[in-house]
Structure formats: structure tokens, C-alpha cells
């Protein structure tokens, strides 16, 4: 039950450390998104500070330290590149981030509208840096784990959107998630793609529930997470609406008669 969240009044605010604190315990839940098990060996930083690419570590799988051993290998996990086709035709590909792919999230910034920046980081900004881009790279595909949508235009492959998950301080199965997809690409099936995915995969790792955070007045988000077909939990709270998806795999959700998830309002 979601009822076991325990609330970290010590957490550092902010949706994977991509909006600015908020105060007066808004923070219900959520845990620091701090790489797993800092190692100075490998020149892991915490967010704000500069870290190296990691590729050499993601394809040996070594661990990252005592606190938070990772118990899977940290490697990009093979199975989960999905050629997929969006509405209207176009054909893309959904598959887990790479650490090289922080230049490419940048990219994807720079051509979101101020709306959709706003709706996801919950402030307005001009820019995504690169330190930070590299932190959202750069995952250990279990705790804190991303699939990214890429098309190829002219010679060139672009990412049109990204979904992830970050671990809740409790239950052990529960994830905060979050999405985002390219303005010129929205209303084409992306979105729907990438969150099955990423629960279908969260799924085999355990993980039995999502929360997504959103503005109140962000009715198109709302709207997402009740056609994804989850059973919703959706709890109000000032500005937020509290999302709770209890995961099912895609299969079942694609054929069951009716695309809206069941939603409990509190």
C-alpha cells in the first residue's frame, strides 16, 4: 500500500535535482538523487559538481561502494532496444540511456517550448548544463534507470523524448518517475511508448509502483497518466497532484477494452 510512504523531512527538494528546492516539507517520499555508492575512484561527484564519463566502469560492471552496492551489473541491459511505430508512420526506437547521450539531452532541451520546460522541471529555465546532463546520462539501470526515443533525421538520429525513474526513500518497490517529450513530437505515441517501457522494465526489477509529481494546472499530464491505463491513485495537495501508478505489464494494458486506468481522487 502507498500508505507505508514515510516522509524524508531531510530530503533535498527538487525532481531528480532539476528544479529548486521547495520548502515547508513539500517533499514527502522522495530521497536525493545521488549516484549510488560514491567512489572518488571512478569520479563520481554528487549533483552540482562536475563527474567524468563512466563508460569504462558501465562495461566492466564493477560496484560503486559500501553504501548502496549495486545488485545488478552497471551496464546497459540488453533486451530492451524496441524499434517501435509512432502515429502517423514514423519509425523510432526506444532503448536505455547512455552516458555519451548528455550532449544529445542538451540538444532535446534547447528545442523544448518554455511550456513544456516549465511543466517539467517546475521552473522556468533557459538551459540544461552539461554537468547535469551528464548526471542525467549516466544511470546504474536499477535504482535510477532511463529510456530514451530517437529518430533518425537526414543522417543524423535525434532523441525526441526521455522517461526515467528515481528511488522513493519507501517502500523499497516504489519509484518516482518523470517524462518528457519533444514539442514537434508530442500527441504521437511517444510518451505512452516510453512509460510502458520503462514499467515493464521496472517491473522485473521489483518495482511495483510509480508516483509521478505534477502541477496542478498541467491537465495534458493528468490526462497522460490516466490513458497509460494504470490503476491511479491521485492525491491533491496545494499547487501538486500527487500521481500513484500501480504498475502492470504493457500487454495486459494493450489488451484490456478500455484505455483509462482506474483513479481513486483523495
Not at 77 to 99: C, D, E, F, N
Not at 102 to 130: C, H, M, Q, T
Not at 148 to 168: H, M, S, W
Not at 249 to 260: G, I, N, Q, R
Request: net charge positive; glycine share 8%; charged share 25%.
Amino acid at each position: 500500500s502507498n500508505e507505508r510512504i514515510k516522509i524524508d523531512q531531510k530530503r533535498i527538494a527538487g525532481s531528480f535535482h532539476e528544479r529548486p528546492s521547495r520548502r515547508d516539507g513539500e517533499d514527502a517520499g522522495r530521497q536525493p538523487c545521488l549516484p549510488i555508492g560514491y567512489n572518488q575512484q571512478w569520479a563520481i561527484s554528487m549533483p552540482g559538481k562536475p563527474f567524468s564519463r563512466i563508460e569504462t566502469m558501465l562495461q566492466s560492471g564493477v560496484p560503486l561502494g559500501k553504501e548502496g552496492v549495486m545488485s545488478v551489473p552497471a551496464h546497459s541491459p540488453t533486451g530492451w532496444v524496441r524499434p517501435v511505430q509512432l502515429r502517423g508512420g514514423l519509425q523510432a526506437v526506444i532503448r536505455p540511456i547512455k552516458p555519451e547521450d548528455a550532449p544529445r539531452l542538451i540538444d532535446l532541451f534547447g528545442r523544448l517550448s518554455r511550456e513544456s520546460v516549465y511543466y517539467r522541471f517546475f521552473f522556468k529555465r533557459k538551459e540544461l548544463g552539461l554537468d547535469e546532463a551528464n548526471h542525467l546520462a549516466t544511470v546504474d539501470y536499477h535504482k535510477r534507470m532511463a529510456f530514451v526515443a530517437e529518430v533518425e533525421e537526414g543522417d543524423q538520429l535525434k532523441l525526441i523524448g526521455v522517461a526515467r525513474y528515481e528511488p522513493l526513500t519507501a517502500p523499497p518497490d516504489a519509484a518516482e518517475m518523470a517524462i518528457v517529450v519533444s514539442d514537434d513530437y508530442q500527441h504521437h505515441g511517444v510518451g505512452r511508448l516510453l512509460l510502458h517501457t520503462l514499467g515493464d522494465y521496472a517491473l522485473t526489477l521489483g518495482y511495483t509502483t510509480f508516483l509521478a509529481e505534477v502541477l496542478s494546472d498541467n491537465y495534458r499530464m493528468i490526462a497522460f497518466c490516466e490513458r497509460l491505463g494504470y490503476p491511479l491513485r491521485i492525491k491533491s495537495e496545494g499547487t501538486m497532484r500527487h500521481i500513484w501508478m500501480t504498475l502492470r505489464p504493457s500487454k495486459e494494458l494493450l489488451a484490456a477494452p478500455h484505455t483509462s486506468g482506474a483513479a481513486h481522487r483523495e
